[in-house]
């Protein structure tokens, strides 16, 4: 039995639980993967993978909060959790860091991350349009390592479809995003607007950051373990996720990266609010709305949890301090309660004990 525990914890010990036993096991598996990525026969395809774990773990830590949802075998999650993050990281890499702006090689590539949350499907040649193909197998076994993770889930059933869609969705983000820099913009608005008739609530470009997030992949993973799970308790916990907290995540991570990519002319979400007050009181609301909904899911406390970590995550990194966005991270942070500013401390001690 490798569960770290099948009730709820107090917030306390959880973060205890994250820190001291999760974290050693992120390391473990991301080690196994980096060993792996170094052993990639083209030194293209070498480097992209290398280095995607390297400058990235932290997005791997950060999903493998749920290896502690209540009733999950934690080694087991974190070896899913694992491979999943870092098969996303290597193919961001590869439809951003080699030059290559062709958007059927992008979709192609990102039909691993579909196919590895269907333990059925057989692998495609993901390499088919992409210039640079030889990896030596490493692509298809971070597949299938996932596929073989989702065998073992009494009730990955009930979560395969909703699953699979916001999977095809990140794929559609990936594929656009990455356009050439006259196309990506109006390309990406033509996919967006069907959808904006069922998310009213949202602009453009916030649906487009809510697709581009996994942790809704993660909480369903982890709800799977339930073998009572219901088709109602799989519904509420995508619309929680999709697209209130995953929206929160990626607009976060765009926050704090807004100089560095007005620099680079990398498309960057939150650049599109109006003025500093208007990112404030959008951020707000995704804050809001994401405890709000939190309250209607098994575990709350857990969830909520989830939202006060990512937002304790990135406004504890150094980017958050810059001048331009400085009044809007002490903002978001007095905003959102003495539970986000316990994390908020705690991460800032994690970044400084270089954990994090």
Not at 150 to 179: C, I
């Amino acid at each position: 039995m490798n569960t770290l525990f099948v009730v709820p914890m107090n917030r306390p010990k959880l973060i205890y639980q994250f820190v001291s036993k999760v974290f050693p096991m992120v390391k473990q598996e991301l080690n196994k993967w980096q060993r792996r990525a170094a052993q990639l026969p083209d030194a293209s395809l070498r480097l992209q993978a290398s280095e995607s774990i390297r400058l990235k773990a932290f997005h791997c830590q950060g999903g493998s909060i749920f290896a502690l949802y209540p009733g999950v075998k934690s080694f087991d999650a974190i070896q899913f959790i694992v491979a999943y993050q870092t098969m996303s990281d290597y193919l961001d890499n590869l439809v951003d860091s080699l030059e290559v702006q062709d958007e059927l090689a992008f979709y192609q590539l990102h039909l691993a991350m579909q196919e590895a949350l269907d333990p059925r499907a057989v692998l495609s040649d993901y390499y088919l349009y992409y210039p640079y193909r030889d990896d030596g197998g490493y692509l298809n076994r971070l597949v299938k390592t996932c596929q073989e993770s989702l065998r073992k889930l009494p009730s990955y059933e009930l979560v395969r479809e909703e699953a699979l869609e916001l999977a095809k969705l990140y794929s559609h983000l990936q594929t656009y995003k990455h356009l050439a820099l006259v196309d990506r913009e109006s390309v990406m608005l033509n996919w967006i607007k069907p959808y904006l008739s069922v998310y009213s609530e949202l602009t453009s470009w916030e649906f487009a950051a809510a697709t581009g997030s996994t942790l809704g992949v993660f909480c369903l993973y982890a709800a799977a373990y339930n073998p009572q799970l219901s088709a109602r308790h799989v519904e509420k916990i995508k619309q929680t996720y999709f697209p209130w907290i995953c929206g929160l995540h990626i607009l976060l991570d765009y926050f704090i990266d807004l100089r560095e990519d007005k620099e680079t002319n990398q498309l960057n979400f939150v650049a599109y609010y109006e003025d500093n007050a208007m990112t404030s009181r959008r951020l707000h609301l995704f804050i809001e709305n994401s405890f709000k909904q939190a309250e209607r899911l098994d575990y709350p406390k857990f969830h909520k949890a989830v939202v006060q970590g990512l937002l304790a995550m990135y406004l504890s990194d150094k980017k958050s301090m810059d001048i331009d966005i400085r009044s809007m991270t002490k903002y978001l942070l007095k905003a959102s309660g003495l539970g986000v500013n316990l994390m908020y401390r705690l991460c800032c001690y994690l970044r400084k004990m270089k954990l994090l």
